[in-house]
């Protein structure tokens, strides 16, 4: 059996970043979840 996940930053970004939740109604709900949540992190990526 070989290894299946081959971790990418950039594409991680894309798939799951800010950018990518900002542009479709569900992912504003997601962040706007998590945001009333109290994450810390509210997307992949993101420092703060």
């Known amino acids: 059996m070989s290894v ?4 990418k930053k950039r ?3 894309r798939s799951h970043g800010f950018l990518k ?6 992912g504003k ?4 979840r ?3 949540k109290g994450r810390t992190r ?5 420092t703060r």
């Open 4 to 7: 299946t996940y081959q971790p």
């Open 21 to 26: 939740r900002t542009s479709t109604p569900g």
């Open 42 to 46: 509210l997307t992949v990526g993101q």
């Open 29 to 32: 709900k997601t962040i706007l």
């Open 11 to 13: 594409k991680r970004a």
């Open 34 to 36: 998590r945001r009333r």
